[in-house]
T-cell receptor
Framework: DVKVTQSSRYLVKRTGEKVFLECVQD?????MFWYRQDPGLGLRLIYF???????EKGDIPEGYSVSREKKERFSLILESASTNQTSMYLC????????????FGEGSWLTVV | QKEVEQNSGPLSVPEGAIASLNCTYS??????FFWYRQYSGKSPELIMF????GDKEDGRFTAQLNKASQYVSLLIRDSQPSDSATYLC?????????????FGKGTLLTVNP
C-alpha cells in the first residue's frame, strides 16, 4: 500500500512564527504536492515538485515555500504564519507518468492564532 | 483557468437507492478523470479513475465519461449509510505540465437509513 505520512497532524502556531510541515512517501514517487483545503473553496494546489530540488508554483503559492532535498520528502514552509493560513494541509504523491493517481496523506490541521 | 464544476449538494438518497454524482470540466485537453471520496475530517481517498469514453464499473461504483460533452459522472448502486461523504471529481491534463490534478469543490452525499 502507498503510504504518505504527514508528521504533524495538529498544530497551533502564533502569528509571525515560521512553520514547517513535513511529508514523507514510501513509494518512490517522482511527484509530490502540497494542497490546502478550506470550506467552500475546495482543494487548492500550493506547490508541487516533479523531482528532487525541482518545484513549481501551484495556484496559491503566496506566503509559502517548499523544499525537496530527498525524493521521499517534501516540506512546506510558512515563513511568517498568518491567521489566513489556518487550514487543513494535504500532502500527496504520484508517479511521473501522466494520468497517474495521486495519493494523499492524512492531513495536517494548522491553526494560526 | 481550468475549471471542474460539481453540484455542492447535499444530495440525499435513501439506503439501497442509486446515487448519481456529476462533474463537468472546461479543458477539452483533459485526459484522465478521478473520483475521490472524503469523509468528514479525513483526507481524500481514490475510488475510481477513468480514461476512455464510456462506462467503467468497480463493484457498486460506475464511472461514466463523455469527452464530447466534457462530462464525467459517478453512480453508486445500493447506496449505504457508509457512503455518506463528500465526493471530489478531479481532472488531469495530459499535455504540458500534466502532473497536476484540478479538483472540483465536491458534492456532499447523505445516504439515509
Amino acid at each position: 500500500d502507498v503510504k504518505v505520512t504527514q508528521s504533524s497532524r495538529y498544530l497551533v502556531k502564533r502569528t509571525g512564527e515560521k512553520v514547517f510541515l513535513e511529508c514523507v512517501q514510501d513509494m518512490d514517487h517522482e511527484n509530490m504536492f502540497w494542497y490546502r483545503q478550506d470550506p467552500g473553496l475546495g482543494l487548492r494546489l500550493i506547490y508541487f515538485s516533479y523531482d528532487v530540488k525541482m518545484k513549481e508554483k501551484g495556484d496559491i503559492p503566496e506566503g509559502y515555500s517548499v523544499s525537496r532535498e530527498k525524493k521521499e520528502r517534501f516540506s512546506l514552509i510558512l515563513e511568517s504564519a498568518s491567521t489566513n493560513q489556518t487550514s487543513m494541509y494535504l500532502c500527496a504523491s504520484s508517479y511521473r507518468s501522466s494520468g497517474n493517481t495521486i495519493y494523499f496523506g492524512e492531513g495536517s490541521w494548522l491553526t494560526v492564532v | 483557468q481550468k475549471e471542474v464544476e460539481q453540484n455542492s449538494g447535499p444530495l440525499s438518497v435513501p439506503e439501497g437507492a442509486i446515487a448519481s454524482l456529476n462533474c463537468t470540466y472546461s479543458d477539452r485537453g483533459s485526459q484522465s478523470f478521478f473520483w475521490y471520496r472524503q469523509y468528514s475530517g479525513k483526507s481524500p481517498e481514490l475510488i475510481m479513475f477513468i480514461y476512455s469514453n464510456g462506462d467503467k464499473e468497480d463493484g457498486r461504483f460506475t464511472a461514466q465519461l463523455n469527452k464530447a460533452s466534457q462530462y464525467v459522472s459517478l453512480l453508486i448502486r445500493d447506496s449505504q449509510p457508509s457512503d455518506s461523504a463528500t465526493y471530489l471529481c478531479a481532472v488531469n491534463d495530459a499535455r504540458g505540465s500534466n502532473y497536476k490534478l484540478t479538483f472540483g469543490k465536491g458534492t456532499l452525499l447523505t445516504v439515509n437509513p
